[in-house]
């Protein structure tokens, strides 16, 4: 199985951690969850998994959509049920992030495409909600305790720029809530900010300072289901104590991070935020902050980790290169201090296509070890609105798996990526292309998806399993065989990783003098075989290409 350009070896060794199983499946005890090297599963939550087919139709959205532009059923249970099963925990996941699952408009548009309905969960009709169709806060309960059991964290999606279409059952929001002119042309900051991002999309004045009053089909939307004097409490006590103004940004900052300290969610992706005056991202992280304390203190047996609270950001077009600067054209914007934990990187799939590993690898770690230093970036090469992606027709999923999991930063598996499932659709247009339902047909049947999936696994557990794949500090120790080194260190964790690259399938000898010592027992996860150090070198016989090894000994050696 020919599974990374011509011919690829890769073998890891771990310094300082407590043994795994054979399979390397389960993380070992003590080995640190960081959001810099985290491998994030990224899931439209309509396309991935049916688990309960009575709240597939919800409003009487019966009209016939354009190809892959309604609902097709996915919903929270789905999520839930896989976690169940172990999908992810094979996959190496320890961070599943689901589209927005608050309520979308009733009706649906046409863009252009053909008529459209938010399954994506980006077309907001009541924050306060969850739409049906994606299922019951009694689900989203069971996922986030579900996954926290796995030891899985789970983020949400935040969309505070802008409300859902308008349609001929969704009303506009009021004047002093949204603008519906002009459209963005992105010629400036100004340009990208104070505008809707195309027609028909009400953009929300997040500048707004103005006290507004609930939009009046908001209020009689709760007054039928019978929770308007409890929304109105919940209201007037989160204004009471921050001391905002009731402007229309800040209603919906409390609705979104009510979803934290009712439910413990751990992080927020956030929608268009170039697209969103700054300083509402730091207000937003204040209150996010808030939010997730107050669920620990509340929740002290549900407590996981140290972290603290995780925002990715989605700054369209940002790239590594940029370190902390945006640049508009005529202001620069830095979006990580006192804002973003990290941001989505635009840049990573041009860069595994048109850089040699080593530099792809070098560049990427330096940056994160100096100006990126403290926080981090999400590296990806397919996506939900991505038309360009690394693969489309998924011809290089072994390379693909191989250079996003080895490579340093956060990993952002997008649904399908571990089982090549396409992302081109001729009878579709636009976007819809990238968000057909997930194949698990094509996992059950098919050798090649099958064969694709298990090297995902395997590259999956191993980087979840040893956070200096992602987090660690990339040094180059030889040209031929390629080597190189990633090592890791915190107060309480540390461990090297060796990778080499470019050798032959069979029994290959590799130097590791001076990293690890004689004796040293090495587990590869990729064969399942265990090696000795011996004369310095590390002495494999494999039927593949990649191997990885860790040192089978005990954390606190």
């Known amino acids: 199985m020919k599974l990374f350009l011509s011919v690829l070896f890769v073998f890891v060794v771990l310094s300082s951690c407590k043994p795994v199983e054979d399979n390397d499946k389960a993380v070992p005890e003590k080995v640190p969850f960081v959001w810099e090297g985290a491998n994030i599963y990224f899931l439209l939550v309509d396309r991935f998994n049916n688990a309960d087919k009575n709240n597939d139709l919800n409003f009487n959205r019966t009209e016939e959509p354009a190809k892959l532009r309604g609902f097709m059923g996915g919903d929270i249970k789905g999520v839930t049920q896989k976690i169940k099963e172990g999908y992810f925990t094979n996959l190496g996941i320890n961070a599943i992030w689901m589209t927005p699952i608050v309520e979308q408009i ?23 909600n969850l739409d049906p169709n994606f299922g019951t806060k009694e689900d989203l309960k069971e996922l986030v305790d579900t996954a926290h059991k796995k030891g899985i964290r789970v983020l949400l999606d935040a969309v505070v720029n802008h409300t859902g279409p308008v349609t001929k059952t969704d009303a506009a ?7 519906t002119e002009p459209k963005c042309d992105y010629s400036s900051y100004e340009n990208t900010v104070t505008c809707t991002l195309v027609e028909n999309l009400p953009d ?14 908001l209020v009689e939307k709760w007054k039928q289901e019978g929770r308007y004097e409890q929304e109105l409490q919940e209201l007037e006590r989160f204004f009471n104590r921050t001391g905002y103004p009731k402007a229309p940004r800040f209603y919906i900052i409390k609705w979104l991070t009510d979803y934290i300290t009712e439910f413990g969610v751990d992080g927020y992706r956030v929608d268009t935020v170039k697209h969103t005056e700054p300083y509402v991202w730091q207000e937003f992280k204040k209150e996010c902050d808030y939010a997730f304390a107050e669920y620990k203190k509340n929740n002290p047996d549900k407590v996981l980790d140290a972290n603290g609270f995780y925002l990715v950001g989605e700054v369209y077009n940002y ?15 830095n979006y990580f201090d006192d804002s973003f934990n990290s941001l989505i990187n635009f840049e990573a799939k041009w860069d595994a296509a048109k850089w040699p590993i080593q530099e792809l690898f070098s560049k990427y770690s330096e940056i994160l070890q100096t100006d990126l230093k403290g926080y981090g970036v999400l590296n990806y090469l397919s996506s939900h609105d991505d038309g360009q992606p690394f693969d489309a027709l998924r011809e290089k999923p072994f390379e693909a798996g191989t250079k996003l999991l080895l490579c340093p930063g956060a990993s952002q598996v997008y649904y399908g990526d571990e089982s090549a499932r396409l992302l081109v659709d001729p009878q579709a247009e636009g976007d819809a292309k990238l968000r057909s339902f997930m194949n698990w047909a094509d996992i059950e049947n098919k050798e090649y998806n099958q064969q694709v999936l298990e090297h995902w696994q395997k590259l999956g557990r191993f980087r979840v399993n040893h956070p200096a794949v992602g987090a660690g500090i990339h040094k180059e120790l030889s040209k031929e065989p390629y080597v190189f080194s990633r090592t890791f260190k915190s107060p309480d964790f540390s461990e090297t990783v060796v990778v080499a ?5 069979g029994t290959e000898s590799i130097p590791v003098a001076g990293i690890f010592n004689d004796g040293d027992v090495i587990f590869d996860a990729y064969s399942g075989k265990k090696v000795n150090v011996a004369q310095g070198k590390v002495l494999v016989n494999s039927k593949f290409d990649l191997l990885l090894l860790s040192r089978s000994v005990p954390f606190n050696e």
């Open 319 to 333: 790239g590594i290169s940029a370190k902390r600067a945006f640049n508009f054209g005529n202001k620069s914007v």
């Open 106 to 128: 009733h009706g649906g548009t046409d863009e252009g495409t053909g008529l459209s309905y938010g399954f994506h969960g980006y077309w907001a009709k009541d924050w306060s």
């Open 173 to 179: 929001w009021p004047e002093a809530w949204v603008r």
């Open 501 to 505: 690259l470019g050798n032959s399938v």
């Open 204 to 217: 929300i004045r997040t500048e707004s300072n103005d006290n507004v009053e609930l939009p009046i089909q």
